[in-house]
DNA sequence: TATGAATGAGTGTTCATTCAT
DNA sequence: AATGAATGAACACTCATTCAT
């Protein structure tokens, strides 16, 4: 059986090169304009090859956007704790944001990728899709930390939660994704990252029940070391 | 005389023909996959032809956009009246959305058009665009208004008015791009709508300032006889 | 009658109107590029209209051919006069072709358009085409003084004189044709027709009689006050 | 290795088949009315597999210009040895015309490429183009002769040996250009040849120096056996 | 397994010509 | 007599996908 898991984690690790390829791609020029032709190039195969990995560009991009999603919920899970309050799982859910968004460019490539395959989720078609996106966590995720905040007492009870999660994942999904278009170097992640902060504070304090202190949904703000750094993963 | 005008009618009318055409299939299929083929194959004529009324695709789109904004503007400018608070313009500006998405798809076009032609703005390149398009119209009202309900001590003196009008411009684009997206059959007015008021009360109450009573930010709800209604554009 | 003399001489004012602005053009951007609906533009006529002076594009063109080439010819023929040795007609027929080409863009234009409608000849063809091209003319002109000069001794019997007048047609053809590609403002007049001038007298050098001296073929040089001449059509 | 050469090789051949049916559709029906889709078809390729063998139409007609030009200018390189005089120099480059023109169609090609490439060169802009064309050997070429028989006493001190290259390049281009429109059956190598001795040989003589014997630049003639060879190009 | 080669179906755009009015 | 409108056929070029080797 060695034989049969070296081939295994082969073509794994193949299937990985074509992904990161194309995200390297997709972070400099843009999901619309991205060709077969560019990841083969630049995965130094043949587009042939590609076509033995992945069944067409579609699947491809599914598989990308996928992978970027599961980064961040491993991540966000690996940091789950139990017993904590709403307000507190939201903190946390936001520090990794943060986090992803500081660190590396699968946030990025996440929400470019989701608003290309699937530019209407989750306003429409929530249960329509049959494509098995990993977006659905998100939403869950956040619909989930909405409905403990209402059981709380912490958020007020007349909330669609789904509806704000909804809201806030496309809130999120605009500015991340349009934060890519800005060339590298003139990105400014700290001035996105604020951005973000108040929108999603914003929210927050727009949900809250009425006659509670709002500095209790104060965020986390990016602590200021994090400004100079823009993106972890490595360009040729 | 009367040769002449009615060659200008009859050549407007074909305008207005192409233009058309080229709105239903965007609502059918979007933006991006629609050539010119599409749209002289749905106006019967022949490609050459649009080329007669409009010198580029380009344009074409870029004067679809303009008259879908156009029609939205001059909608609310026309009801638009001096003396009002802060928040009663909001509220003008609230309604108006709604007649015209209840009324007419121009809001879903000029929406869908305007994430392909400047999808960054208004996140980016507020300033950078040379391209004369009406979108500035859209998101300088609702700062205007911001900025009237902080003077008029209403709003949080804290907030960004412009970051504000950003957000909410980015939300209605996106709820309502999204929403058109679905099938004409299946689309419900009235649930878009409210997904929207409610989007939009959350935001107010998010920025309202501390103490003032929420209550104040009510918005008109679409009225009941509204509820049937899909949108005036004719299907063939 | 007087009825349809008018009409024929309006008829012939309007060939005359759009053979000019042709003419304009093909000066200023060369004939390849040059469509009917850029004559029509003009013109300020329609496209339609060139259709009821010019039964197609190659026919119009042929005509402003045509036009040009009587023009030189009926120049060279008002200054012709009988008595003449071979040597005095071409000096004369010389002195022609900087007349027109120092005074007039009918040369340019004459030869631009040869070269697009009948690129071959007269080297080829000379009996096989069967549109009635004045070059024709051009051709049996110079052939002529070719004969003459050989029947008065001045050349050198062996000599072919319809090749030579070929020749001498294509070198002033390709001589002057290029020269109208070089921007008018840089044109050098006095360049073209020096380079044009030695070149003539090294082809009558090339078939004198062995023994002639040399000096009786020297040339009328372009006198010194027409340098600044560039050409009499007016442009706009 | 073995594969990696064949896999070459066929490449090299497959370039060589279009260009080959480029060339043989520019003899027929000239440089300008030649499209993709034409020697696609030609050659029973895509219009799409062309592109894979040349970046763009003018890169395949640019390489067709060269590798005609390189053939002409080896064919007389190999010939060349020194210490020869001004008029053998030119007599050897006349006999590789003759021989190329004798044998092959690709200075026709050649010249046809270069009248489409850069039709005025080198009447003008003989430093302006930034392109790689071989032209420039061919006319330096010349150009150097001249100034050695200069330098012999030979020709007339008072020639410009530049505006004779260009004189001499600009016949012969003319000449067997246009040659190359006539049909292929009718097309006289004998007759183009002899036409172009004549020509060459009365420039030669219009700039000997004064007092020389003529005899000395007669040139040599085309064989009589190759009257009926009239190229080497098969056609299907 | 990997790939070079190939291609069909497209893209936006241009233009000489026709025809009803 | 004049023209606005229309179009078919063409143009250079692209790209996701297939297949023999």
Redesign the interface.
């Known amino acids: 059986m060695g034989i049969n898991e070296r081939r295994e984690r082969e073509r794994a690790e193949r299937k990985t090169l074509i992904m990161n390829c194309a995200k390297d791609l997709i972070l400099d020029r843009g999901v619309?304009s991205l060709s077969m032709m560019d990841i083969a190039q630049k995965a130094e195969l043949s587009k042939a090859t590609l076509y033995l990995y992945f069944p067409s560009k579609e699947l491809l991009f599914l598989e990308i956007c996928n992978a970027s999603a599961v980064q961040f919920i491993e991540h966000f899970r690996a940091r789950l704790c139990t017993g904590l309050t709403a307000i507190e799982t939201i903190k946390l859910y936001w520090q990794c944001y943060l986090d992803m968004f500081g660190e590396s460019d699968e946030i990025m490539i996440f929400f470019k990728m989701w608003q290309y395959l699937a530019?209407?989720?989750p306003?429409?078609?929530l249960e329509g899709t049959e494509r098995p996106l990993m977006i659905f966590e998100f939403y869950t995720a956040i619909q989930d930390m909405i409905v403990q905040g209402v059981a709380e007492d912490t958020f007020d009870p007349a909330?669609?939660p789904a509806?704000?999660a909804r809201?806030l994942l496309?809130?999120f999904?605009?500015?991340i994704a349009?934060?890519a278009?800005?060339p590298k170097t003139a990105r400014n992640v700290r001035f996105i990252v604020n951005?973000l902060t108040?929108?999603f504070?914003?929210?927050?304090?727009?949900?809250i029940r009425?006659g509670l202190d709002?500095s209790l949904l104060d965020l986390p703000a990016l602590p200021e070391e994090h400004t100079h750094k823009t993106g972890a993963r490595k360009k040729e």
């Open positions: 619309e530019p209407g989720y306003f429409l078609s909330v669609d509806m704000i809201t496309s809130l999904s605009t500015v349009n934060s278009k800005t951005e108040k929108i504070q914003i929210m927050l304090r727009g949900i009425d709002r």
